[in-house]
């Protein structure tokens, strides 16, 4: 059964640092992974696709990697802003039963403090 | 290009109450999912629609169940809500299920 990790489940920084967002898996088996950030009550925005074939994807101040041989995938935002305060979410997707669902991790809670 | 949706936004129910959500999803996207968020569960997987055969089911009982139409909007349903079926209900909608995925607002169901 694929589990999605995700560490910290909070982070706080001031604006301007740059930080990184961690993202584990447990199957390698994945056909891809998907970053989303979450406002409260809010549904999700994807930021992120990363193919399985493929090590990183950039989009203005983000940038994911993947290691699939390994589990990880990391999210580095650059130059955070106080608007980039959300919580963070990794999904993996794989082929089960000829479907591909996503398996989510827990999320980060990332605060940006001006 | 107009996003997923979904109605309503905001429910409310008692207990042994039936309810139906419904999705529409981004034009020219044959895959509809569903997913359950909790605050303890976080988001859970319920079920896959792709032109309207059920692909997959999450590990839900079956009082959840869902349907989609041929112009690819979803629906689904709860039989005999339970206290513990409170959540934010996620729609995805997605070309063939493998590509992107793009997340709706999500319905607020609170059950009473």
């Known amino acids: 059964k694929q589990e999605v990790t995700q560490i910290p489940a909070a982070l706080s920084v001031p604006e301007g640092e740059n930080l990184v967002l961690n993202c584990s898996f447990t199957?390698?088996?994945?056909?891809?992974l998907q970053w989303f950030r979450q406002d409260p009550g809010k549904g999700l925005t994807s930021l992120l696709l990363?193919?399985?074939?493929?090590r990183e994807q950039t989009s203005g101040r983000l940038n994911a990697s993947l290691d699939k041989s390994s589990g990880r995938s990391t999210l580095y935002i650059a130059a955070s802003q106080p608007g980039d305060s959300a919580t963070y979410l990794c999904?993996?997707?794989?082929?089960?039963?000829?479907?591909?669902?996503?398996?989510f991790g827990k999320g980060t809670k990332l605060s940006v403090i001006p | 290009k107009a996003g997923v949706t979904q109605t309503p936004r905001y429910l409310i129910k008692t207990r042994g109450q039936q309810v139906t959500l419904s999705c529409s999803p981004i034009s020219g996207h044959r895959s509809v999912s569903w997913y359950q968020q909790t605050p303890g569960q976080g988001l859970q997987f319920l079920f896959e629609y792709f032109s309207e055969t059920q692909r997959n089911k999450g590990n839900f009982p079956g009082r959840f169940s869902g349907r989609q139409f041929s112009n690819s909007r979803s629906e689904m349903n709860v039989s005999t809500l339970e206290l513990g079926d409170s959540a934010l209900y996620l729609c995805?909608?997605?070309?063939?299920?493998?590509?992107?995925?793009?997340f709706g607002p999500g319905t607020r169901l609170t059950v009473l």
């Open positions: 995805a909608s997605s070309y063939r299920g493998y590509n992107e995925q793009f």
């Open positions: 199957d390698s088996a994945i056909y891809n």
């Open positions: 990363i193919q399985s074939s493929q």
């Open positions: 999904a993996v997707s794989y082929s089960g039963a000829g479907s591909y669902q996503l398996t």
